[in-house]
């Protein structure tokens, strides 16, 4: 007898909705690296993935080299990054813009935020 409601790794993956890297994003998410990686420790924005595992939290770098890498994301991903937006949408240091570049950028921020409202109504 087979259960009902329960999905083999491969049905699952296909069913999950994944959302797309735009090219953009890509570019903001490699610069930011680049960019970080040139500043003092001082002066740098962002947390590795060793600080945030202390903090229990997501790295920006790890999460700049996902985006930089992938074509899509799934959607709890999607979820995080416009969550990570919106939470630093109005901050306009340098570390916060540094911060949201390796995050994927404004840009795609907003439209991930404007998509996941639409859909979650």
Known sequence: MQSVGLLSRKQARSKMVRYKVPSYAKKKASAALKKREMLPESKRFGITKQQAKKLKINSGVERAKQ???????????????????????????????????????????????SELKKKNG
């Open 67 to 113: 985006i930089k890498r992938s074509k899509t994301v799934p959607e709890k991903d999607a979820k995080r990054i416009a969550a990570f937006y919106q939470r630093f949408k109005n901050c306009k240091t340098p570390k916060c813009e540094g911060a949201i570049d390796l995050w994927g950028g404004r840009r795609w921020g907003r439209e991930l935020s």
